[in-house]
């Protein structure tokens, strides 16, 4: 029998469900160091709630992924937007730290859902390269709610205390699952018979021996790795090694994050017509080259914090060429199992970046040297995946 035509979702509905996950993720930071007296702890324990988090997101969308291909991609999107609702209110009546950092770990499970199947939805309704397109407007989105969710969640909490920071980001999923329930129709016509634990894995496994799943997967996670270590030492670069003021290294922040989005603007106006590889190449080689010429002007002595912001700008510049565009490779190589593909690389993207940024806090000294080095790395390491990935099958 013929199947319906699929109603497209808006860009608006798309941006939401994939911008939940990060918002709830920024908005509560720089209430962290207050909460620690709120809750008359330690600040160890409430970065306790960050740290669950970023396991929330990775164990999330390990699952979401593979159960949108075999039951379709709303239900399972609705079920998470349920949990992370469920999660907020929780953490909004927590009376201890333990409970906030429970619901934390519920809100994270329920907003990595969207960033999963977000990146599902579109390349059900669009090809290769239209992917690439739609993905560069969405992930540019994505990039805004958090740092508008990160200003907001700082002013909620000097005014009001955390429970407003909890509050907010309860009614913005309450209205995402409104939005959602309205305008959010079915996009997977071509579901899996059936899925089970070991069907999961095989799936997982099958993808993981294709080269070019490879490629994109380890690219992407590599380049996100690369920003998480930038954000992980900038702070302590700017405030730190440099003595400028946080909201002084806040306006440098901007600068970096508005080179991530003019990026993506960019590759969403020419990558149908370049071509998703070509784009990431493109990326890649840009970030790597803005790399190599930080770590030559710190060796030569010709550096300052001028210089490390305006560099790690432009190799945010070259990941918003190769991200939105790796991202539709990895949905592209198999889309019969496109949740699976979305899912396993955002797994390995969150969890790769977790990790460097974990070490670049422990490594950060008197010296920028740790974020540079470890941020060329990383970028060499992209550029490479990227060239391993390209000598596979053409999709």
């Not at 490779?329 to 969150?350: C, F, K």
Request: with cysteine.
């Amino acid at each position: 029998m013929r199947q319906p035509p699929v109603r497209r979702p808006s860009l608006l509905v798309l941006v939401m469900i994939s911008s939940i996950g990060p918002l709830a993720l920024q908005v509560l930071v720089p209430a962290m160091p207050g909460l620690a007296s709120d809750f008359h702890t330690d600040f160890s324990v409430t970065q306790m709630s960050l740290s669950v988090y970023l396991v929330g997101m990775v164990a999330g969308q390990l699952v979401y992924g593979p159960l949108s291909d075999r039951f379709g991609r709303r239900p399972v999107l609705m079920a998470g937007l349920v949990v992370y609702v469920g999660g907020s209110l929780f953490c909004l009546v927590a009376w201890d730290i333990v409970p906030l950092i429970i619901g934390r770990a519920f809100q994270a499970l329920g907003g990595s859902a969207g960033i999963v199947l977000a990146r599902a939805i579109i390349r059900d309704i669009h090809d290769r390269e239209g992917s690439a397109q739609m993905l560069a407007y969405v992930t540019a989105g994505m990039i805004l709610a958090p740092m508008i969710g990160a200003i907001a969640g700082g002013y909620l909490y000097e005014w009001y205390g955390w429970q407003s920071v909890m509050l907010l980001v309860l009614v913005i999923g309450v209205l995402v699952t409104g939005a959602c329930i309205v305008a959010l129709s079915e996009t997977n016509t071509r579901r899996a018979s059936r899925t089970s634990f070991p069907d999961m894995v095989r799936d997982c496994a099958r993808l993981l021996r294709k080269r070019r799943f490879q490629g994109y997967a380890l690219q992407v996670a590599f380049t996100t790795a690369t920003f998480f270590t930038f954000l992980g030492g900038a702070s302590a670069v700017a405030v730190v090694i440099y003595g400028r003021s946080p909201s002084e290294y806040a306006l440098w922040f901007v600068l970096v994050s508005g080179s991530y989005m003019t990026g993506n603007f960019i590759s969403g106006r020419i990558s149908r017509r370049v071509g998703i590889d070509r784009m990431i190449t493109i990326g890649t080689v840009a970030s790597s080259t803005a790399a190599l010429v930080m770590m030559a002007l710190f060796v030569s002595g010709w550096f300052g914090l001028v210089h490390f912001f305006v560099l790690a700008g432009m190799m945010s510049l070259g990941n918003g060429f190769s991200m939105p565009n790796g991202f539709a490779g990895i949905v592209s190589v198999d889309p019969g199992r496109a949740g699976t593909a979305s899912g396993l690389s955002g797994a390995l993207q969150m969890g790769l970046g977790a990790i460097a940024m974990t070490v670049v806090g422990h490594t950060m000294a008197e010296s920028p040297m740790p974020v540079i080095v470890i941020m060329l790395v990383l970028a060499l390491l992209a550029l490479i995946a990227h060239l391993h990935g390209t000598r596979g099958d053409v999709p």
